[in-house]
């Protein structure tokens, strides 16, 4: 939805998580209740650090701007 991904994290226990590069320029990452998360963008990929309030054990929305 306008531009906007939905990445969902299913039942990670990891605090750090990376996904393969995507074709958008990334112009900031939260979760659903906008909590701020912090990402960086490498050749190799995209490396997700997930805040420690706002996880959910099973399913974690990191909303992908």
Same mark, same amino acid.
């Given at each position: $939805? *306008?531009?906007?991904?939905? =990445?969902?994290? =299913? %039942?990670? &226990? *990891? ?7 995507? *074709? $958008? ?6 979760? =659903? !209740?906008? &909590? %701020?998360? #912090?990402? #960086? $963008?490498?050749? =190799?990929?995209?490396?997700? $650090?997930?805040? #420690?309030?706002? #996880? *959910?054990?099973? !399913? ?6």
């Amino acid at each position: $939805k *306008d531009g906007v991904i939905y =990445l969902h994290v =299913l %039942a990670s &226990t *990891d605090d750090v998580i990376s996904i393969p590069n995507i *074709d $958008k320029n990334i112009s900031g990452m939260t979760l =659903l !209740d906008g &909590t %701020a998360v #912090e990402f #960086e $963008k490498t050749s =190799l990929g995209t490396i997700i $650090k997930l805040p #420690e309030r706002g #996880e *959910d054990v099973f !399913d974690t929305i990191v909303v992908v701007k």
